[in-house]
Structure formats: C-alpha cells, structure tokens
C-alpha cells in the first residue's frame, strides 16, 4: 500500500481498530480529514492513507504515564 492510497470507511476502521463513531467524531472536530467521492450527502467517504498515518503517529504517548493511565482505565 502507498501512503498516498485512498482508504474506504471500513479500511479505516479496521486499520484503526476503531467504531465508526469514534472515526465520525475525529472526522467532525478536523482531527481527520474525509474526502467525498460522488454527489450529495450520501457520497463515498474516502481517506488518506498518510494523513491516517500521520495523526496516528502525533497520538504516541510516550513514557510511564501512558502505562499507568492504561492500566487505570483498561
């Protein structure tokens, strides 16, 4: 796969192992960015692979604290 894919909704989901609620959320606050594909409000949504990749890798929680609130909220 190259980082200049396009992901469908599912994709998305799978890679990031997330409800389709919670991808919703990150698309409405601009977290991620959705692409239309088609007419209407019941066109395709489509994602970037980089900008998938690239805000995973600004949520890396580094050091013990990540640990610790992981195991508070399991």
């Known amino acids: 796969m ?13 890679f990031l192992q997330i409800g389709r609620t919670k991808l919703w959320g990150l698309v409405r606050t601009g977290a991620i960015s959705a692409y239309r594909i088609g007419d209407g409000p019941n066109g395709s949504l489509r994602y970037r692979r980089a900008e998938i990749v690239s805000w995973l890798e600004s949520q890396r929680v580094i050091g013990s604290a990540a640990v610790e609130k992981e195991e508070q909220f399991g």
């Open 2 to 14: 190259r980082d200049d894919d396009l992901l469908t909704t599912a994709q998305v989901l799978d």
